[in-house]
C-alpha cells in the first residue's frame, strides 16, 4: 500500500523556523519527482515547490523562493520542506505529493 | 505565471445527470512533445485531493471511466457522466506545463 505521511507541522511564530518531512512507502521513491502543495484555511490548492528524482533540480513560487528549501533522501525514502522567516500567510495544510500520491497532509500555523 | 480560470457548476446536479467542468489557460499547454500538460484533481470534504486525469485526457489508475477529460490547447472540459453522491467536492484543474505551477480556484459540485 502507497503510503506518504507527513510530519513536523506546529504553531510557530512568525520569523520562526520549521521543518517538515513527508515519509513514502509501498512505492519507488527515487523514480518520482515530489512536490509540496498547500492549502490556506478555506482557500484552494497553491504548488510551492518540486524536487526531481535525483534532487539536482528544484523549483519554488515566488513568495517562498529563498526561505523555504525542498530536499530529499532517496536512501530513506523522505522528503522535506525547510521554512525560514515564516510569515503568517504561509498558514496552511502542507501536503507532500507525487501528483498521483498524496499524504494526509499536516498543519502549519503561523502566529504569534 | 499561467493564470488558470475555472467555470461555476449550476449547483446541485442530480444524481444520474451529467456535470461538465470547464478550466481556460491563459497559455497554450501543449508541449513540444504534443502533451498537453493539464491535470484534474477532486478534493472530497476533509480529503486529500485525488488525480483524476493527466495529459489532459488520460484517466489515472482506478478513475472510473464516467471521468473525461478532453479539451484544446487553452481550453478544458472536465465531464462527469452519471454522477453520484460520492462525487460531490471541489474539482481544480493544475497545469504542469512550466512553473510555477498553478491550480484554478476550483470548481465545487454538490449532488442532489
Known amino acids: 500500500e502507497v503510503q506518504l505521511v507527513e510530519s513536523g507541522g506546529v504553531l510557530v511564530q512568525p520569523g520562526r523556523s520549521m521543518k517538515l518531512s513527508c515519509a513514502a512507502s509501498?512505492?519507488?521513491?527515487?523514480?518520482?519527482?515530489m512536490a509540496w502543495v498547500r492549502q490556506a484555511p478555506t482557500k484552494g490548492l497553491e504548488w510551492v515547490a518540486t524536487?526531481?528524482?535525483?534532487?539536482?533540480?528544484?523549483y519554488y513560487r515566488d513568495s517562498v523562493k529563498g526561505r523555504f528549501t525542498i530536499s530529499r533522501d532517496n536512501a530513506k525514502s523522505t522528503l522535506y520542506l525547510q521554512m525560514d522567516s515564516l510569515r503568517s500567510e504561509d498558514t496552511a495544510t502542507y501536503y507532500c505529493?507525487?501528483?498521483?500520491?498524496w499524504g494526509q497532509g499536516v498543519m502549519v500555523t503561523v502566529s504569534s | 505565471d499561467i493564470v488558470m480560470t475555472q467555470g461555476v457548476l449550476p449547483n446541485p446536479v442530480p444524481s444520474g445527470e451529467s456535470a461538465s467542468i470547464t478550466c481556460r489557460s491563459s497559455?497554450?499547454?501543449?508541449?513540444?512533445?504534443?502533451?498537453?500538460?493539464l491535470n484534474w484533481f477532486l478534493q472530497r470534504p476533509g480529503q486529500s485531493p485525488q488525480l483524476l486525469t493527466y495529459?489532459?485526457?488520460t484517466r489515472a489508475s482506478g478513475v472510473s471511466d464516467r471521468f473525461s477529460g478532453s479539451g484544446s490547447g487553452t481550453y478544458f472540459t472536465l465531464k462527469i457522466s452519471r454522477v453520484r453522491a460520492e462525487d460531490a467536492g471541489v474539482y481544480y484543474c493544475?497545469?504542469?506545463?512550466?512553473?510555477?505551477?498553478?491550480f484554478g480556484s476550483g470548481t465545487k459540485l454538490e449532488i442532489k
Open positions: 505529493t507525487t501528483d498521483y500520491y
Open positions: 509501498g512505492f519507488t521513491f527515487s523514480s518520482f519527482p
Open positions: 524536487i526531481s528524482t535525483s534532487g539536482g533540480s528544484t
Open positions: 497559455k497554450s499547454l501543449v508541449y513540444k512533445d504534443g502533451k498537453t500538460y
Open positions: 495529459w489532459m485526457s
Open positions: 493544475q497545469q504542469v506545463r512550466e512553473y510555477p505551477l498553478t
